[in-house]
Structure formats: C-alpha cells, structure tokens
C-alpha cells in the first residue's frame, strides 16, 4: 500500500510509529528545514514528515531541545515522506531516528536498517496500547512504539442529508446511497481522498468484509476471499457513480474540502475538528461551541480547539477513583484526564462540566470524591440518573440509584437548590457557600423534571421527537422543501408535546438506546 500522511491501523484509529536506525551516521543533515537543539551529548539526526496541525513542528522542536543526553536536529521533511525516507533509507547518510507510517517494515528489519529496542522499551511496554505494540514486534523483539494514534471518522452535514431525504450512513451500502442523493453538479457526495480513497479505506474494505491482513500465523494474506473480491467491486462501482468525490482542493487529511462545502461528506480524523470548530466560530448566529467528550487525548488537543473558537466543554468521567473508572470502562485514564482537567483550568478556560451517571453500586464513593474535587474548583458537576431503555432492563434494575437520595443528601449538607435559568438544561442547580464548584442533578424520575421542558430532538433520519421517550417520531423530512411549511409544521406539533414522559411506568417508548437521539 502506498505511504501516503497516514495510513490505517487498527479500526477507526492509525498510529505513526517512532524507530530507531541500526545505522545512523550520526552526521546529521543539513538544510533549511533542520533545527538543532538538546544537550551537549552524541549528535542525532531526527526525522519528521511535515504535520498539516499547527504546533506539532513546534512541539518537536521543544522536545527535542529538552533532550539532554544529546545533540538532536530535527529534520521536518515536506512533500512525499514515504518515497524520500526509502530513497534516504538506501544510502550511508540515514537518520538514525525517524517515523514511519505503522511501524518499519519486515524488509527493514531483515536488512539491519532497524534498531531491536526491547531492552529500552520493556520497562515501559504497560505505557502504550498493548494492541499497537503488536504491530511492532516481530520475533518477541520491538522495533519501534506509537508516536501518535489517531481516530478516523465521517464527517457529514445533517442538513444536506436531512434535504435529501437521506439517514447519517451507518454501513457502506448507506454511504453509497447518501453520496448519490446529496451531490450535485457543485458538491461532492462523499471524498475520501484525491486518489478515491482507495488508499485509507482499503485496510477498512478488509475488515468490512469480514477479513484481516494476514492469517494467525502471518505468513500470508486473508483477505484473498470472495467476499473481499466483492467488497471491492461494490467500491469500484461507487468509484465510477457521480456520489464520489475523486479530486478536491486538499487531501482527506485536510478538512478544507468539508469546511468550503466542495462535499457533504468526508472522511477524516480528529486532525480535522480544530478547522470545522473555527469555521462554525466565524458565524454569527453561533453563540456558544461545545464539544462532549471523554477526555481521551484532552490535554493533547485541547489547546488547538480553544484557539479554533470552543467555548464550552462537557467531559464524561465515569469515576474519580481510578480502580472503579478501570472497572467502568475497561480503561486506566481517569488519572490522564484529571490532569489534563486541571492544565486546562489553569488557562483560565472554567466552562467545564463534568457528567458522572448515578450508580448504585458506586454512588457514595462517587459522591465523596466528587465533593472533595469541586470543593476548590470552578466545576460544574452533573449526575444523571440512570434511565431505563429497550435494551437494559436488568442493568437498570441492578444499577438504578434515585437522585431523589442524592438530593436529600445534599441538601441535609448545606447545599442550596439554585434558580432555574433562561434556556438552561434538565438539571437542578445545587451551590454551597463553602464549594467552589457546584452540582447539578438530572433526574428524569422526579415529579417535576418536564415541567420546564424546552427540549425537542431531530434524529439523523429526520423524525422529531417531543419527548426523549415518547412512543411517536413525526417525520419533518416531507416539509424540507419549504422553510415556511416547515416552520407550521413544527409550531403545530410543539402544541402535542406531552407534559410528562411514561418511564415511572417502565414505559420507555420508542428508545431502545440513547444513540438513537445522539445521547
């Protein structure tokens, strides 16, 4: 597969892997795109390709110049990284660190030009995914690690979609129907790259039609199947429909082509939010930009999407202990994230929420470290109350906690039930004189939790919901074509919303998940 900014990994991610040369000259380059820097030690030569985000070249600069144990010049290489590495690879002048898309080859570490680095590697293996370090290892030994691990993703424009009478593709028989109904002579349906995306999508192709790369012995391929064969004739068919978009005025790693409407559909990664963050900046009917997340890689990338324009930030932390966040999620991030929390309250940045969902089997631990953290900091914490769907019955039953407890607790400790404000959420606002931080309660069990309502919910397919759990979506999709029928329509349907949801009666409508409606 040809190297190209970056190449799958693993689904919805992609690693660029840093190795080691077995056989640096240690002469360095020269040029106008080198920078030297770091301690008074052996002289290394470091090789970067050239990064689209702004400060990465920086970043490298600065960690470089910190490295103490010796002289490292940073050489940043534009244009074709993959072809100029492998022509620099053949000769006596090679860089004797520098990354490579997935990790160095078999026939680099065969021909000795890769350094076997297990020896500096395994006291620190546990640090890195454990699934990437596969890819890096051959024979027991390693010969490179993640240098970053990215998510790729679909970008895509409800609003076209919704004009055209077609749902947020959720397989690639979706896609090929939502890229055909939305283009036009103007605007690409869908762009995976100036070379029709046969490069990044091609590892996902495999893996779509039920296949991987190689067999468990890798020793050879175990894709050559009938069913990839017509996953890539059903692509090929796509190549040559007027949905697909095969040229643009940037890659698919740039987000230009989505951000000037040239389609209404890309595939992209996370690179790409900071440009799609200050493009919605630069509208004026735009107040606020908030972005939900689970603080995965927050530190990392929070500084390019303050300066792209957010504005507010609601962050997913399951626990505050890192034993029961482990036991939650599977994952051991709850520390990564609450430093990260912490650099970005030091910024000065303080429209941060935090939403823990209520479990019983961990609500007082919860609630006592949750206190303890707001106590000194300008937080605003929200527990939401577990609530029952379609397809979590016994869940529900095992893990429900009443906020009502929660409440009475509180207020038995001081805190004081807040006004309602203009366009505010579901929650009660709780503040204690001696807290920083407050709290906020999502109780959709509570008597009065519809009686200030100001929510209706469109789905990616365009039905509107009135209520998160009734049991009718009314289909707006037949008035896109007129504003002002539109707008009828909705004002007569605002008039049905219900005054209450059903869920103290189990019934939980049409919601078999949260995902339905984007929670």
């Known amino acids: 597969m040809k190297l190209t900014r970056r190449s799958v990994l693993g689904l919805g991610g992609l690693a660029t892997a840093a190795v080691l040369s077995a056989c640096g000259s240690n002469t360095g380059l020269s040029g106008d795109s080198s920078s030297s820097a770091g301690g008074s030690g052996p002289a290394l030569v470091q ?46 002048d090679v860089p004797d660190v520098f990354e490579v898309e997935q990790g160095g080859s078999l026939d680099m570490i065969r021909s ?25 290892t051959f024979d027991g030994k390693v010969y490179g690690i993640p240098q970053t691990i990215d998510m790729q993703l679909l970008y895509y424009r409800p609003s076209l979609l919704q004009a055209a009478g077609v749902a947020a593709p959720a397989t690639f028989e979706d896609l090929v129907t ?7 002579s ?7 790259g100036n070379n029709g995306g046969v490069d990044v999508l091609g590892t996902m192709l495999i893996w779509a039609s039920g296949h991987d790369q190689l067999d468990a012995d890798r020793t050879a391929a175990a894709f050559l199947t009938d069913d990839f064969y017509a996953a890539l004739s059903a692509y090929r068919d796509f190549y040559q429909s007027a949905g697909l978009l095969k040229a643009a ?21 996370l690179w790409s939010l900071p440009d799609i963050i200050a493009a919605l900046n630069a509208q004026p009917q735009i107040q606020h930009i908030a972005l939900t997340t689970n603080g995965h890689q927050l530190g990392k990338k929070f500084p390019v999407y303050r300066q792209a324009g957010l504005s507010k930030l609601n ?72 609530m029952q769907t379609g397809d979590n019955p016994t869940y529900f039953q095992q893990q429900h906690q009443t906020a009502a407890q929660l409440e009475q607790n509180l207020i038995a400790q001081g805190w004081q039930l807040q006004p309602r404000q203009p366009h505010a959420g579901p929650a009660r606002e709780y503040s204690h004189p001696d807290y920083i931080g407050n ?26 919901h009135l209520c998160l759990f009734g049991s009718v979506a009314h289909d ?32 939980v409508g049409l919601i078999t998940n949260l995902s339905m409606t984007g929670g």
């Open 186 to 192: 103007d605007m690409g349906g869908f762009f995976a």
């Open 315 to 386: 962050i997913s932390l399951d626990s505050f202990n890192p034993q029961t966040f482990h036991k939650i999620t599977g994952k051991d991030q709850s520390q990564t994230i609450l430093r990260d929390i912490e650099t970005i309250l030091n910024t000065g940045f303080t429209s941060i929420k935090i939403n823990t969902l209520l479990l019983r089997e961990h609500a007082q631990e919860t609630l006592h470290d949750a206190l303890n953290y707001i106590r000194s900091r300008p937080i605003a914490l929200r527990f939401i109350e577990l």
């Open 112 to 136: 000795g030009q890769l350094e076997d680095l297990s020896e500096l590697i395994d006291p620190v293996r546990d640090d890195f995914n454990s699934a990437v370090m596969k890819r890096y």
């Open 249 to 269: 005025s940037a890659d698919w790693f740039s987000g230009a082509a989505f951000v000037n409407g040239e389609t209404a559909m890309q595939w992209g990664g």
């Open 178 to 184: 939502a890229a055909n109904a939305v283009a036009t």
């Open 439 to 464: 709290i906020g309660i999502i109780a959709p069990y509570s008597q009065d939790f519809c009686t200030t309502c100001n929510r209706l919910r469109i789905t990616a397919q365009g039905k509107m």
């Open 47 to 92: 090789w970067y390709h050239q990064y689209g985000e702004e400060g990465v070249k920086a970043a490298v600069e600065g960690y470089a110049a910190a490295y103490s144990a010796a002289k490292v010049e940073v050489k940043w290489n534009p244009g074709d990284y993959g072809n100029l590495l492998a022509a620099q690879l053949l000769t006596d």
């Open 476 to 507: 707006l999709r037949p008035y896109l074509h007129d504003v002002g029928s539109l707008k009828n329509q909705i004002a007569q349907l605002v008039q049905q919303k219900p005054e209450h949801h059903y869920l103290h009666n189990k019934k």
